[in-house]
């Protein structure tokens, strides 16, 4: 079609893990175990939940544009002015509209293979130069990004810890590489999963390292349970948020998006649970790895990724585990055919993925 541009011809969509009606539709399953997708297994923070249906009657109003009470009481969580807190549709949001602000035609990107693909979307569809560098034992590389660096690049995206393999850099990685990192480049560092990696020592939280051109990104979807209310937060620099303010949709996030996200903070007692459940299922699937020989990377995140031979054993295994009723995530779209991933799901689930795995050995 002669109207759309050919960086945008040659771009794939996004594929999201498979839903659960469709599978049972297809398979005429009754139950399914959706492993594919890094949600939240024990539902919505109900906190959240009440925020939301309290906001319900008002939702006749325009949300406030600036987003003031959720971004109120996180720069008070955080300690930090009103005036370095964003709030965007879902942490993906604000990276496309980050693309949206501060990339020229000219200019260029680096990420990693085997990283977060939302963001390659993202960034060729501005029809950039997108550089990506190997990954390193399933690390990123943070020594070679460093050494794709040029006059041209003005963004480097960090997903700590890393989706789709879990892992993590640490504090001093980090340290080493920010030093190399000259002040035209702009480091996105996204912390999806922090709730899940904090507690490690080596963990480098970056509320405590804060440089004036890193843009921190959070979300609501995965440790609070709302991904399907699209609502993701950023910390940086003032002059790096009020530019995005003028860029960004007038009213973004919803309503109820902010009620949720305000309410949800409140909800320690479900993060918690969250946290542990996680944690505990994370070993459960280590011991479960070993015990059926599979190879796996250790992760800070809420899913753990198994190495296969290849990406014809990944497509059985996944489709073999589907006829199961337990949907999986290939990553052939992330740069690792090889490679599956199981999101952590509550005890019984795990419990389910475990009974058809060793079913389907
Ligand atoms: C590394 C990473 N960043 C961002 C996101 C998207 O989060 P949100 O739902 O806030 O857009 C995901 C979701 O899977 C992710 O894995």
């Known amino acids: 079609m002669a109207l759309v541009p050919k960086h945008i011809l040659s771009l794939k969509p996004y594929q999201a893990g498979k839903p659960i009606e469709e599978v049972q539709r297809e398979l005429g399953l009754k139950r399914i175990v959706k492993l594919a997708s890094n949600e939240n297994p024990l539902g919505v923070s109900p906190k959240a939940q009440q925020g939301m249906i309290d906001a319900l009657a008002e939702t006749n109003r325009y949300p406030a544009p600036d987003g003031y009470v959720l971004r109120k009481t996180l720069a008070e969580r955080y300690d930090i002015k009103l005036e370095n807190v964003f709030l965007g549709h879902g942490s993906e949001g604000i990276i496309s509209l980050i693309m949206r602000t501060f ?19 993202q960034a060729k569809s501005r029809g950039i130069k997108l550089v990506k560098t190997p990954l390193k034992d399933y690390h990123l590389d943070l020594d070679a990004m460093a050494d794709r660096i040029n006059d041209k690049t003005k963004i480097i995206y960090l997903a700590n810890p890393n989706n789709p393999t879990g892992t993590i850099f640490k504090v001093h990685q980090f340290l080493e590489f920010i030093n190399k990192v000259p002040e035209h480049c702009l480091v996105i560092l996204d912390e999806a999963y922090f709730e899940f990696a904090r507690n490690d020592p080596a963990y480098p939280d970056s509320m405590q390292y804060r440089l004036d051109n890193v843009i921190t990104l959070r979300t609501f979807s995965k440790a609070f349970g709302l991904a399907g ?49 996680t944690s505990r299922g994370r070993k459960f699937f280590y011991e479960l790895f070993e015990e059926t020989g599979i190879e796996y990377i250790k992760s800070h995140a809420n899913f753990v990724t198994i190495i296969l031979e290849n990406e014809e054993k990944v497509n059985v295994f996944y489709d073999k585990m589907l006829r199961k009723g337990v949907i999986v995530r290939p990553l052939k779209a992330f740069g690792l055919p090889h490679c599956a991933r199981i999101s952590v799901g509550t005890e019984e689930e ?12």
């Not at 003032?238 to 949800?264: C, D, H, Q, V, W």
């Not at 795990?350 to 050995?361: C, P």
């Open 229 to 277: 209310v699209r609502l993701g937060y950023g910390f940086a620099h003032e002059s790096f948020i009020s530019n995005l303010m003028k860029i960004k949709l007038a009213f973004e996030p919803s309503s109820l998006a902010i009620a949720a996200g305000t309410a949800a903070m409140e909800d320690q007692e479900f993060l918690e649970k969250t946290v542990q459940v």
């Open 103 to 121: 990339l020229l035609d000219d200019e260029e990107a680096i990420t990693s293979e085997g990283s977060f693909i939302a963001f390659d979307i």
């Open 350 to 361: 795990n419990g389910i993925f475990a009974k058809a795995l060793k079913e389907i050995l």
